[in-house]
């Protein structure tokens, strides 16, 4: 039987293959309270132009307006990847109080990589933190969309030195 994290997780996951689907880093979102989806969200940053465009920001929206509260006390956040520093801060601030995360991100990861800003104890706030839940589904995902950008980026090059061949 699969656990509540990995059936949320799992929900996460389907908001993540939403933006893989428009084109955009497959990453997913979804706040839950008292067993309830109070707030989806996927990432959107190229389609939107918005570098607030996150999956965690646009759940935190959702959640706030359907609690009609700035603080998400109670819920807990499952996100497909490691949240980022600009989400991560957000997640103090709204002080939710557990966040389960998919797969680590190394390079940019806030929540336990490159520093751990769910945990500092300077803040006020702190969240309790789970990792690796569907950790190969969520890291699969994200090497398939790299993969699949690779190879689009190369075939258009091919396709422009073809191009440029023929006009020689
Ligand atoms: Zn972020």
Redesign the pocket.
């Known amino acids: 039987m699969q656990s509540k994290d990995e059936k949320y997780m799992k929900e996460a996951i389907r908001q993540a293959k939403k933006a893989y689907g428009i084109g955009e880093v497959p990453?997913g979102c979804v706040i839950v309270y008292e067993d309830k989806i109070i707030g989806r969200g996927y990432n959107r940053r190229t389609i939107d132009k918005n570098t607030l465009a996150?999956?965690?920001?646009a759940a935190i929206r959702k959640a706030s307006r359907k609690m009609g509260d700035w603080r998400l006390e109670g819920c807990t956040m499952y996100v497909t990847l490691e949240?980022?520093?600009?989400?991560?801060g957000?997640i103090v601030q709204s002080r939710i109080p557990r966040v389960v995360i998919g797969c680590m991100n190394p390079k940019?990861g806030c929540a336990g990589s490159i520093l751990n800003l769910l945990r500092m104890e300077e803040f006020n706030h702190q969240a309790e933190v789970t990792t690796g839940v569907l950790e190969k589904e969520c890291s699969q995902m994200m090497k398939d969309f790299f993969k699949e950008l690779r190879k689009a980026k190369k075939e258009k090059k091919d396709k422009e030195q073809n191009k440029k061949a023929d006009a020689e």
């Open positions: 990453i996150h999956a965690e920001l949240p980022c520093q600009m989400c991560s957000a940019a």
